[in-house]
């Protein structure tokens, strides 16, 4: 509760204003494992989701979710996207994936698990006419594009002729959520509505403003699941795994700037050991492959006074 005071010449006037804090005992939607248990054990909800982003295309009316449970191996595994697989009763089959960093291949990990969907549908004498067609929607917490454009719908299409389209049984929808927040006139209706959850999920004031039935439903079930202990502990594993993914990431290239900053030091000073006394023995170069950074400093200072090679490594 906020107290407003506004001081008048007659007598002070004092107003109320609700003001509600965001909820920190709320799971984050967006962390992989909570969205996967909030969407693959309500298929409704994940068919409103993905009628939002086809909106163009006819409604999903029924889903069968095809990778339910979340192995152990999963939350503690690092490099791993929880994903959801689906199908409607006509057989289209939708790859659903939160992801909340972008990796090196990302592009080529996207296409290559689409096209492995759609490959393994056909058993062995079945034609091609009964490929169904395999859907990707990628919701990511970050920007991947640079164009101002939030919400994309990629397929195979001519290049110089957009509106010539080979065939729509592999499509991927990508929606860059806090470019698609920030540009909201580029979402309407219900994907808007999906992208204000996912992004102000704590925040009452804007979440009260939204009245349709499968948010209100999605914001229920975030509710329930953040007061299991089960879901607790599986976010806590899950958010675990990233940080130490981002850790690691961090670390690898770190040494990667650290091993290459030595390794343009070894050839510097080889290079000198060269100019000043001629080709270098074996012994040296398993010297200079085997230095430090500290010891390539020193040798680097001694070149420049040594008469002899051994000089340079003496001490």
Not at 30 to 45: G, N, Q, W
Request: glycine share 4%; proline share 5%.
């Amino acid at each position: 509760m906020r107290f407003d005071v506004t001081v008048t010449p007659a007598a002070p006037t004092i107003t109320y204003t609700d003001v509600r804090m965001p909820d920190p005992s709320l799971l984050d939607p967006k962390l992989d494992v909570v969205f996967k248990r909030l969407f693959a054990e309500a298929p409704d909800l994940l068919a409103d989701l993905i009628n939002a982003v086809r909106s163009d295309e006819p409604p999903i009316v029924e889903l069968q979710i095809l990778n339910p449970q979340i192995a152990p191996e999963e939350l503690s595994g690092k490099f791993i996207v929880l994903d959801i697989l689906a199908r409607d009763i006509d057989g289209q089959m939708f790859n659903i994936e939160m992801q909340t960093r972008v990796h090196a291949g990302w592009s080529s990990r996207s296409l290559y698990y689409l096209a492995r969907t759609l490959g393994r549908q056909l058993q062995a004498g079945e034609s091609y006419t009964e490929v169904q067609p395999v859907v990707g929607i990628h919701l990511m917490d970050f920007d991947l594009f640079e164009e101002s454009q939030a919400c994309w719908a990629f397929e195979l299409r001519d290049r110089r002729y957009p509106e010539v389209r080979l065939d729509r049984r592999l499509q991927l929808y990508l929606i860059e959520l806090p470019k698609a927040d920030r540009l909201r006139s580029q979402a309407r209706g219900a994907l808007a509505d999906w992208i204000a959850y996912f992004k102000h999920w704590q925040e009452e004031a804007i979440m009260q403003r939204i009245d349709r039935p499968a948010i209100r439903k999605a914001r229920e079930r975030l509710q329930t699941l953040s007061g299991e202990d089960l879901v607790r502990h599986q976010a806590f594993v899950r958010e675990r795994a990233l940080h130490d993914e981002v850790t690691e990431k961090a670390e690898s290239r770190a040494q990667g700037r650290a091993e290459g900053k030595i390794e343009g030091q070894t050839n510097f000073l080889r290079r000198q050991l060269q100019a000043r006394f001629g080709p270098l023995p074996a012994a040296i170069e398993r010297h200079l492959q085997t230095a430090t950074e500290s010891e390539l400093a020193v040798w680097a200072e001694r070149v420049l006074f040594a008469e002899r090679l051994e000089q340079v490594f003496e001490g």
